[in-house]
C-alpha cells in the first residue's frame, strides 16, 4: 500500500500550505511566504535543466548551451543559459514560451502539454510549497537537535534535498504537521513505533537483535507516519507507541536512535521525490549476502573504502505475502569509521550554503580547493573503478557516499552505505575468480552500459558535478581545473589497473564525450517503461 496523492489545480498547495501553517504554527507563517519566490526559482530551474538536457518528448530541437528549446508544435521555449551540472540558476528565474513569462513550474509543465502533466504539474507545486516550509523551518524545529558537527547534525543540514532533482521536496500525504514532526531539516525526535509480530509471521535475514523480541514476537521498529497512514489499514497496531525515540537523516525513513546503537531504515510508503519508500521482501532477503559481498570486496582495495554493514533486516507477512509496507533494516552508523579527531559528513552536507547565506560547507574547508577535490577524486575513483573491474557498481551520488575528514578538513577514507540500489555482474565477478551470491534479479547484470550507467551517472552525474559547482562558483576556469584535477584522479587508478577488456571498456566509456545520467525530469512523465530513465549529457571529463 502506498499514498499517491494529487493536488489540486497548480498553485493551491502554496495555499494550503499557508492555510495549515496558520493554524498550527503562526510563527513560521512570514518565514514560509518570505521563502516561496526562491522556493519556486529553485525548482523551476530544476525543471528547465531536464527540459534543456533529458529527451523530454514533443521536443524539435535544442540549443541547450544558449537556452533555447523549439518545440515540435514549433513553439519557442527560452531561459537562462546554464551548464547541466549548475547548482543554481539565480534567484528570480523565469522561462519564456513564446514570449509569455512563467515562473511556477507546474504551470509551465501544464502550458507544454507534457504527458502526465497534471500529475507532474502537482508534484512539482507541492516540491516549491514543501521546499519553501524546509527552508522557512530549518533548525527550527520543537524537538532537542543533535550536537553541532555530528553525524546527525550535518545530515539534518541538508534543507533542499536532491541537487538536480524538480521533485526534491516532493511529499504527497504528508501534512505540514507530519513535515514539521518528522522531517530531518525541522531537527525532530522521532519516536518510532513498535509493531509486534509472531516470529512465524516474519522473514528474518541475519541476527535479529534481544532487545527487539518479545518471547515469539519480532517488535518490528515503524515510522509513526507509517502506523498512522498505512499499517492502520492492515490491521496492525503498534505494541509500545514511540518505543525508539531516533533522529531522521537525509533520507527520511532512515533514522539513528538517540540513544546510539544500529540506524534503522523504516517503511514510509509515499513517493519522495520519484519512489515509494517502502522496503521490497527482496531487499530484505537481499541484504546479507549484498552486505557480505561489499565488505569482503571493500578489504581487497587499498584502505579507502568502508562499508555500513547490514546487521539485520526483517518483513511481516501480511495476507499471506511479505509485506514491504512493514519492513525494517538495521544498519551499522558510518560513525564508526570515523577515529578519534576525525568527522564524517555525507557530500550532500558538504554543498550546503548555511541559512543566513554564505559559502557552502565545502568552502569553508581550511584545504579546500582543487587538491582537496583531487584528493577526494583518488578515493572515490579508487573505490569506484576497482569494484566495477571487480563487476560491482555503487551508486555512490551524495546520499549514501560519506567522506571522513581529518582535523583539517582533509579526506581521509569514504564510507558507503544503503547497499540496495547497486548493480552486480556475475560475468564480472567469475572472471575475478568470485562466486557471485544469491540475489535479487533486479540488481543483476552483465549489460556494461547498464553498469556504467549506475556509478558514472551517479558519481559523475550528481557527487563531483555538484561538488565542482559548489566549489566553482559559476566560474567556468575555475570549474575546468577542478574537472581537471577529478579526470586525472581517474586516469592514475585506470592505470594502476590491470589492462583487461572490461577495465579498457569502462575507460572508453568514461572519457567518452557523453555520460549517462539519471533523468529525473522524464522519469516523472507517463508513457514511458518503469525503473530508471537516462539522458546522455555533455561530459566534463572529455573536456579536460
Not at 261 to 282: E, L
Amino acid at each position: 500500500m502506498s499514498i499517491d496523492l494529487e493536488d489540486p489545480p497548480q498553485g493551491r498547495a502554496e495555499a494550503e500550505f499557508a492555510a495549515e501553517l496558520a493554524r498550527i504554527r503562526p510563527g513560521l507563517a512570514a518565514a514560509y511566504a518570505e521563502a516561496l519566490p526562491g522556493a519556486r526559482s529553485t525548482v523551476l530551474g530544476l525543471l528547465w535543466r531536464g527540459l534543456l538536457y533529458e529527451p523530454v518528448p514533443g521536443v524539435a530541437g535544442r540549443e541547450s548551451a544558449l537556452g533555447r528549446i523549439r518545440l515540435s508544435d514549433g513553439r519557442l521555449l527560452t531561459g537562462p543559459r546554464r551548464s547541466p551540472y549548475d547548482l543554481e540558476v539565480g534567484e528570480d528565474a523565469a522561462v519564456l514560451l513564446d514570449g509569455r513569462v512563467y515562473r511556477r513550474p507546474g504551470e509551465l509543465v501544464a502550458a507544454l502539454g507534457l504527458p502526465g502533466a497534471a500529475r507532474f504539474g502537482a508534484d512539482l507545486e507541492r516540491s516549491v510549497a514543501s521546499l519553501a516550509l524546509a527552508r522557512a523551518g530549518a533548525g527550527m524545529g520543537s524537538g532537542t537537535g543533535p550536537d553541532e558537527r555530528s553525524l546527525e547534525w550535518f545530515e539534518q543540514s541538508v534543507v533542499d534535498g536532491h541537487p538536480y532533482h524538480p521533485c526534491c521536496r516532493n511529499r504527497p500525504g504528508v501534512s505540514v504537521a507530519e513535515q514539521l514532526a518528522y522531517m530531518p531539516e525541522h531537527r525532530p525526535v522521532v519516536d518510532l513505533d513498535l509493531i509486534a509480530v509472531p516470529v512465524s509471521r516474519c522473514v528474518v535475514v541475519g541476527a535479529w537483535p534481544v532487545w527487539l523480541r518479545d518471547i515469539d514476537r519480532l517488535l518490528l521498529p515503524a515510522h509513526p507516519w507509517q502506523s498512522r497512514h498505512v499499517l492502520r489499514e492492515l490491521g496492525l497496531r503498534p505494541l509500545v507507541a514511540g518505543g525508539i525515540p531516533a533522529r531522521p537523516l537525509i533520507c527520511v525513513r532512515t533514522l539513528a536512535p538517540v540513544g546510539g546503537g544500529p540506524h534503522v531504515k523504516t517503511a514510509f510508503s509515499t513517493r519522495m521525490t520519484s519512489n515509494v519508500r517502502d522496503i521490497s521482501p527482496g531487499s530484505v532477503r537481499d541484504s546479507a549476502p549484498l552486505s557480505a559481498m561489499l565488505v569482503d570486496l571493500a578489504r581487497r582495495l587499498d584502505g579507502g573504502l568502508r562499508i555500513t554493514r547490514n546487521l539485520a533486516a526483517a518483513c511481516a507477512v501480511v495476507n499471506g505475502e511479505p509485506s514491504a509496507d512493514l519492513a525494517v533494516l538495521l544498519r551499522e552508523s558510518p560513525s564508526e569509521y570515523a577515529g578519534a579527531g576525525e568527522t564524517v559528513i555525507p557530500v550532500a552536507a558538504l554543498i550546503v550554503r548555511p541559512p543566513n547565506g554564505g559559502p557552502p560547507l565545502i568552502g569553508g574547508l581550511p584545504t579546500a580547493g582543487p587538491g582537496w577535490l583531487a584528493e577526494f577524486a583518488r578515493l572515490a575513483w579508487g573505490a569506484g573503478l576497482r569494484l566495477l573491474a571487480y563487476g560491482v557498481t555503487l551508486e555512490a551520488h551524495g546520499q549514501n557516499l560519506l567522506v571522513v575528514l581529518d582535523r583539517r578538513g582533509r579526506p581521509l577514507r569514504l564510507v558507503y552505505r544503503d547497499l540496495a540500489d547497486i548493480r552486480v555482474s556475475p560475468a564480472r565477478l567469475r572472471r575475478n575468480g568470485l562466486t557471485p551470491p544469491p540475489l535479487s534479479p533486479r540488481l543483476i547484470t552483465d549489460d556494461p552500459d547498464e553498469l556504467h550507467a549506475k556509478l558514472f551517472g551517479s558519481l559523475v552525474g550528481t557527487t563531483f558535478s555538484s561538488l565542482v559547482s559548489a566549489l566553482g562558483q559559476g566560474d567556468r576556469e575555475v570549474e575546468a581545473r577542478l574537472w581537471a584535477a577529478v579526470a586525472a584522479a581517474a586516469v592514475q587508478v585506470f592505470d594502476d589497473l590491470p589492462a583487461t577488456g572490461d577495465t579498457r571498456a569502462d575507460r572508453a566509456a568514461l572519457f567518452g564525450t557523453e555520460l549517462p545520467v539519471k533523468a529525473h525530469t522524464v522519469m516523472q512523465l507517463d508513457g514511458g517503461p518503469a525503473g530508471d530513465r537516462w539522458a546522455r549529457f555533455p561530459n566534463p571529463l572529455a573536456q579536460t
